[in-house]
């Protein structure tokens, strides 16, 4: 995502097709459209200070390759799994072994993960969840307007998003089997 004045003229060209790129966040800073074009539109610029909008790059810094392609890997697959592509994580005896509270927070209007991805997730953990175990223990919470990345960052979101976390961290604690 990086932005250097001094770059080559491959990488000024490669700036300049980004412009090309389809997205709903139109932004001219060449950051923003090396940051949607990598990971996608992560943030909602509706919801951010200039301030933060010009420390950008200081979040993504350089890619790590490594995990875009786990990611490719978990694309082509469909689901998530492991390095060698074998579902490991969501089976359903993983499912029905959680004891933890889990609440799946979601932005409205994040289109990086989108919100019938988390209500798809939820519903799996619903479906799985040890028998005994009340259908309280994972709860899905979506937040009005807000994308990904804007919930953590947003100018707004110590008011609008904060208090949504700490409501979930409260009833989660209230939730949760002390240790054997």
Known sequence: SDDDLRASWRSRLFDRLLRFHPTQEHRSSSVCRRTIFMYGEVIRHEHISSET???????????????FAHIAHMIR?????????????????????????LTFFQGERNRLFRPDGGK?????????????RSAELFTY???????????FIGEHAACDVFPRFDEAFTRMATLATPPA
């Open 120 to 132: 798809a997730t939820y519903d799996w953990f619903q479906a799985h969840r040890h028998p005994t």
């Open 141 to 151: 919470l979506e937040m009005p307007g807000y994308g990904h990345l804007d919930n």
């Open 77 to 101: 697959a469909g689901r998530i799994v492991n390095r060698y592509g074998e579902n490991v994580y969501l089976t359903p005896e993983n499912g029905r072994a959680i004891t933890t509270p």
């Open 53 to 67: 909008h010009g420390r950008i790059y200081d979040f993504f810094d350089r890619a790590n390759l490594t995990s």
